[in-house]
């Protein structure tokens, strides 16, 4: 059976019944996560994450051999996508193919929050080889 997790945000906020907000760990300040459409709700190939990076956090400068899809919700920021920096807004779609370095960046005086679909981690071997991660700088 689907699941529905019913928007519970208010005044800028942006919560979803049943979906905790978890840090993103240390290495990472400034930054939460809502995992929603994931194993936890039965889904096998694919998670639907929403991250907020407070103004001016960033996410990893990092490459992988998945690909994800990113949709821009809430303020403004920079995506670095190989060497180059492009300013995103709210609504503006980011496709990240499979190993390209790339990295989220809130302004200083924004919150950036984004939707973020990737394949299930489980996925991810099978169709890229085993998973890899790097961090740069």
């Not at 996508?81 to 503006?92: N, V």
Request: proline content about 6%.
């Amino acid at each position: 059976m689907g699941v529905i997790h019913r928007f519970t945000g208010h005044e800028g906020g942006w919560d979803w019944d049943g979906v905790p907000v978890e840090d993103y760990g240390p290495e990472r300040p400034g930054i939460t996560v809502r995992r929603f459409i994931s194993r936890r709700d039965n889904s096998c190939n694919l998670e639907l994450r929403y991250f907020e990076l407070e103004p001016a956090a960033h996410s990893n400068w990092e490459r992988h051999n998945y690909e994800h899809a990113v949709l821009v919700l809430r303020g403004h920021g920079t995506v670095r996508l190989g060497d180059q920096f492009f300013p995103i807004s709210t609504g503006d779609a980011i496709f990240v193919p499979a190993d390209e370095v790339h990295e989220f960046i809130a302004a200083p005086d924004s919150v950036l929050g984004f939707m973020c679909a990737v394949l299930d981690k489980e996925l991810r071997p099978k169709v890229h080889g085993e998973q890899t991660l790097t961090v740069f700088g």
